[in-house]
């Protein structure tokens, strides 16, 4: 064991050296996952938050970081990150089943109705790609669309105009509907409009002020829609439809 | 059989509906005093099914009793006949001629209507008023009402007792109201006493009030206390309570019987309605009532205005339960007193202790000599973390009337064992899906250790040059290819601009023509393929004709397109140059022809620029 920490201190220590910037984020996220496995979960929790610090973002490190909040017991940065994590990446089956698990431990049971299935497969279907891969896609077939374009005009093509022609009206259909979802997937990955409550109980107030009449109380983890802002405290919405004012350090955005 | 037995009842029954009934009304007497009661009937014959009827009305009377009903049922010779009466006991309210509207019952289908009734009210006799009245202990009454009250003949008045006028606020006064009687055959209260400023509690009403005598001023009197009320002050300050009034039946002065039948309270209107009672009505005096503020001093945190004698006590259910598991505190306070007004204490409970609004219980018992009763507060918590919560103590201050100070009564505080929820209960206490509860058992994925594919927080892809560049790199290309269409349609559909497009690139072709010919000695060829590249490429550029064009024309052309005049008069100048030596072959060597075409191609360098 002290072998293993002399060895992590000397690794410290070379680390400003030896790697640059990104080569230090993956160091600590290999520190991180070694602590996990070392069952260090506030060490690893500390490693993972270093590489946040460092202003880098990965689906993994989310995860990860979810995890050890997990084990340490605090399930409301445990959803945050799990939320944070799905969002880069919607469709892991991972990050799904642990936020699900995480889920059932929050006491606020809210049920959620049921999404007509229009609005489900719409956003079945936007997830299958992050940001970058739809606008990856739709470059690509904007570029496709326009060579097409550009070959048709250019070219002489006497026999193969129809063709051309229904070809490109195909490709063009193709990169608007892209752009649809791309825009959508762009709204859900920089929504700041949820938050995830972070304090074990947290009173809901109607009134954003101190004293004002409670309506209910929120638990660690769940999951709110945020409405408005004013000065320390958030209205926030529930699953279920129902609005108060809490306060803003008792919730993070995800 | 079967249905002949029911086609009998049905015929029977409707014989039965089918007979008629005779209503009547009548009163006792037709002319009575302003001070006296009279006895108004409706009887019904010829049914046994009774109809409603609705009591008298007029404009002249008040129902002071009733109303009373009577019924007989008599089978003479097979035929049944029944009938019932129905009294009131009306009293005047003014002289004169007084109608007694006719009365509408509905039998059946039918309404059957009573007789309107005239009675003639007398000014009361003088004297019941005049005379002096009964001596009755307390202060003295105030005007005299306009009706008979008691009289001392009647012998009788009505006394309000409590047994101290001086109360604290929210002090319980009881008040009784006693009749002292020599003879009354019957009595109706008429008006219950009104008191402002209480908050009134009452006390059962006895069917038959316990009688004793005493003997006041060496009258001897019997005494029925006929109400008691148990009155709270809300207020402070100067208080009345406002008599209360009742209607007695004596036997009238002329026809004093001392029967056997002298209970208090004989009941039976028939036994003699004619046998001269005559009805008084008598007020108890109005009680003034001092009432005083709580003292202020040594009044102790949290009292909350109760007055009486109380105990709190509380009980918990359980003093172990788990995590999520509601529990059920209770909080009974019991005693004397306006227990209606008594409020519990916050609870000051921890804040990891869920508390719903507590059901609230309350129980007034007038049996006995005092108000008593009791409140209880039913609580369910229910803890959302583990460990040991601590219900503390409970106090509740209420003042003691009779110690005159405030005291304070304490409940028992618990300490509650919550244990933490292991799975399987966690699972049975919320509203999981199957799914999911097979889900608790397990435990999370285990961490990602790919390497991860890292990107700026915030970063988007609207921000990234590539998405752009390839952007623009299409709109180029949509860009690019249109103009190259829009430039060949246009090159093969327009002579002109085709002609202009290609004048420098021909009239170069030539030039490059000329260079492989200067090495052989054909001197006019090559002036005039010299020539025919300049001029073509002015004609060419201007869209003019090629043929006939001399430098005359070209002078004018240049002229019109605001040719600089030095570019004009070398362009004219080479033209000249060149027409000369097409005709003088053999008249210039290999250098100046070199330098005939330098010049050429310079100008027309310069030209495409200005053309």
Known sequence: ?254 | MLTRIILFLFILNAGLRAKDITVSASVDRQRIDLDEVISFMVSIEGTSDFPDVAPPRSDGFVIISGPSQSSSIQIVNGAMSASKTIQWRLAPTRTGAQTIQAIDIKYGRKTYSTQAITVTVNVAQSPAVAASRTPTPGPAPGSPPARSVSSPSDGLFLKAEVPKITVYKGEELPVSFTLYFQNVRNYAPQKLPDAKGFWTELFPEKRNPSVSTETINGVAYKKATLRRLALFPTTTGDLTIDPMQISCEVPAPSQRRRSVFDDFFDDSFFSDPFSGTKTVQIQSEPLKIRVRELPGTGQPAGFSGAVGNYVIESSIDTLQTRQNQALTLRYSISGSGNINSVKLPPLELPSNVEIFEPKVERRVNNQGKSIRGSVTYEYVLIPRTSGRLRIPALNFVFFDPAGGRYQTSTAQGYAVNVNAVDQADFASSAGFRKEEISLLGSDIRFINRDDPHWRPIGSSVFKRVWFWLFNLIALGLVAGSSGFHWWLEKMAGNSLFSRRRRALSRAQQLLKEIQTELGQEQTDAVCGKLDRSLRGFISDRLGLAPSGLGPREIQAALEKHRVDPDLREIVIAILSELEQLRFLPGSLGLEDFERLYERVNELLMKLIKVL
């Open chain 1, 1 to 254: 064991m002290q072998r293993f920490e002399l060895f992590y201190i000397l690794l410290l220590a070379l680390i400003p050296v030896l790697l640059p910037a990104q080569g230090a984020v993956d160091f600590h996220f290999q520190k991180g996952n070694a602590l996990y496995l070392e069952e260090q979960y506030p060490e690893a929790i500390q490693e993972y938050e270093a590489v946040l610090h460092n202003g880098l973002e990965s689906a993994e490190l989310y995860y990860n970081l979810g995890n050890s909040y997990y084990k340490a017991g605090r399930l409301g940065k445990a959803i945050l990150n799990y939320e944070r994590a799905l969002k880069l990446r919607p469709k892991d089956d991972n990050i799904r089943f642990n936020l699900q698990l995480s889920n059932l431990r929050v006491k606020d049971r809210i049920d959620v109705p049921p999404d007509f299935f229009l609005l489900r497969w719409n956003r079945n279907m936007v997830q299958t790609l992050t940001v970058r891969g739809w606008a990856r896609l739709f470059t690509l077939l904007l570029l496709m669309t326009s060579g097409v374009f550009a070959i048709r005009q250019m070219l002489n093509l006497n026999r193969f105009r129809r063709l051309c022609r229904s070809g490109l009206l195909a490709l063009a259909i193709a990169t608007f509907l892209t752009l649809l979802p791309l825009l959508q997937r762009y709204g859900m990955e920089h929504s700041r409009a949820y938050g995830i409550i972070l304090q074990s109980s947290t009173k809901s107030l109607a009134a954003p002020q101190e004293g004002s009449t409670e309506l209910f109380i929120v638990h660690e983890g769940t999951r709110v829609q945020v409405l408005d802002y004013d000065g320390d405290w958030s209205k926030t919405k529930l699953i279920d439809g129902k609005q108060a004012w809490v306060r803003s350090r008792d919730l993070e955005i995800i």
